[in-house]
């Protein structure tokens, strides 16, 4: 009876896997020093030049300093993820493709490339259809295990193919998703940029008018001989040419 006691505890303790040795590594002390050794790095090489020095001289590293140096991004888009090979540019399977087939509970784009054209989907429609079903085959399943537990098999396969079906219409969104997360993210740079162009101009503004001031006082301070002072015509053609060279400035940066 002890020993399968023990033998209980131990298989609880194991239920997951333990953390890999290396992390007791990920110190404050190590991330230090290898922002130190990339500050190093930097003065040789700038961008991302930076990173490749560093991983192709990872074997110069300390031991405990090489785990903290992630690996390059793959280059022709083919990685491992645990002990499985990946590849970044492969297109999305479809449900009859995956190692364990699954039936599709959505309808499939025509064939025929004139219907296609105009044939529309929204999948948004059918995840709420799906979700909808899994909240009723949740309930079923309840009620099963709570009468006939021995029934509970058609249930969960029944829940694993409109869990399978969501995940494959949520996946068809990642492209779309990408695209959008883009275009965002260019709309906040460019709306960056205006605001920087509205300051310059704001601030042009303020040194014309600071500028339109001294001169008129400079105007008005001056001796005036028949009407016109030589330190306003002076002070003329000085605003005049800066006022040239303000229009230029605009000219330049209304053209950005």
Not at 63 to 85: C, H, S
Not at 223 to 229: D, E, F, L
Request: charged share 25%.
């Amino acid at each position: 009876m002890a020993q399968n006691q023990q033998q209980g505890q131990q298989t609880l303790v194991n239920t997951f896997p333990t953390p890999p040795p290396f992390y007791k590594y990920f110190t404050s002390k190590n991330l230090a020093r290898v922002a130190q050794v990339k500050d190093q790095e930097s003065h040789a090489t700038t961008g991302e030049g930076t990173q490749t020095s560093l991983t192709a001289k990872i074997l110069d590293l300390p031991p405990e300093l090489r785990y903290l140096i992630p690996p390059e991004p793959p280059v022709d888009g083919v990685y491992r993820n645990f002990g499985q090979t990946c590849n970044i540019n492969a297109p999305l399977p479809s449900l009859s493709d995956l190692p364990n087939p699954v039936e599709q509970l959505y309808p499939s784009p025509p064939s025929s490339p004139s219907t296609s054209a105009s044939w529309t989907f929204d999948r948004a429609l059918y995840l709420k259809k799906i979700s909808r079903s899994i909240l009723l085959n949740f309930l079923e399943l309840i009620g099963i295990l709570a009468t006939n537990p021995d029934e509970y098999e058609a249930k969960t396969d029944n829940l694993n193919t409109l869990f399978t079906n969501a995940h494959q219409l949520i996946n068809e969104y990642r492209p779309h998703q990408a695209r959008e997360s883009l275009i965002l993210m260019m709309e906040e740079s460019i709306e960056g940029k205006r605001k920087e162009v509205e300051e310059v101009r704001l601030m042009k503004g303020k040194v014309e008018k600071l500028m339109g001031d001294l001169g008129n006082k400079r105007v008005e301070n001056g001796s005036a001989i028949n009407g016109v002072s030589e330190e306003s015509i002076v002070g003329k053609r000085r605003q005049e040419r800066q006022a040239a060279a303000w229009d230029a400035l605009e000219e330049e940066l209304g053209s950005d």
